[in-house]
């Protein structure tokens, strides 16, 4: 320890160090925490078409249209291990050739700081609800559920669904919209 | 904040920048003729104080951060500590030198060449 630079290389040392034990420590303490919030979707038309999916081997595929309203307050997930949340709705449903279908309809990016509480009225879907063949068709039950990611400064990133989902059943026959 | 889009590069990027820092003073022969020497006490005092005073601002950060709920301003409290520790112990003040080493004299030429010699056959014989 008798130069500088062998002084300035241990002191340096010694704050990495301790940075390390207090990244480890905020980790520490938002580890355990619940993050999942009630969440309220509502569905206020449907509407149903068959169209020519060129992305898949068959003739003719379903091809859904929603139009939703999504209210939450995400507010207490945000805490100091929270850069961001990635938020998603998805609709899940089961039929004939496939016993279990999820697809992702819409997406957001929600960084800390801002919208907090989200209150989303008549939003269309962003992604294209094809479906695998035509299940969609008089389907009894497509259930629309709102997840997100949690992306942290340090540690691991936890997938939550939110507590709160909506049940519609879709038209009997193509071109026709349903209004709930 | 600064720090909320990976703090771990923010740090890399300091260490490299500490890095040639270093890799310059040495090539410059200017710093050379600084003295920069403590006695061993003061080393001592000089590592207990920069140790001291950054555990000191981690928990001072530490606590202040979980309050305001922003991990970014646990990192600035740490810099700074690591700031004024640089300042308090890195060049040598005079409170590191209160213990100076106590040499012997140095003994007159005359007497060190003739004590050479014999030296000089000692090793000899032992090479072989």
Known sequence: ?180 | MLFETGSLTRQIEYFFFFHLIIQHSKMLSIFNSIPTHMDYKGQKLAEQIFQGIILVSAVIGFVYGLIIEQFGWTVYIVLGGFAVSCLLTLPPWPMYRQNPLSWQPALPETTGETQHKPQENLKKKKHK
């Open chain 1, 1 to 180: 320890m008798n130069t500088v630079l062998s002084r300035a290389n241990s002191l340096f040392a010694f704050s990495l160090s301790v940075m390390a034990a207090l990244t480890f420590g905020c980790f520490i303490t938002t580890a355990f925490k619940d993050r999942r919030v009630p969440v309220d979707i509502h569905v206020s038309r449907v509407m149903l078409k068959n169209v020519d999916d060129f992305t898949g081997p068959r003739e003719r595929s379903d091809l859904g249209f929603i139009t939703f309203d999504l209210s939450a307050d995400i507010k207490p997930i945000f805490d100091w291990n929270v850069k961001q949340l990635f938020l998603y709705l998805s609709a899940e449903y089961a039929t004939k050739s496939n016993a279990l279908n999820q697809v992702v309809l819409w997406d957001k990016i929600v960084l800390r700081g801002e919208g907090t509480k989200l209150n989303l009225r008549d939003m269309k879907s962003k992604y294209f609800f094809f479906d695998d063949g035509n299940g969609l068709r008089a389907n009894k039950n497509i259930t629309l559920t709102l997840s997100w990611n949690v992306v942290p400064n340090a540690g691991i990133l936890p997938l939550v669904m939110g507590s709160g989902h909506m049940s519609v059943p879709f038209p009997e026959s193509y071109e026709t919209t349903k209004s709930y």
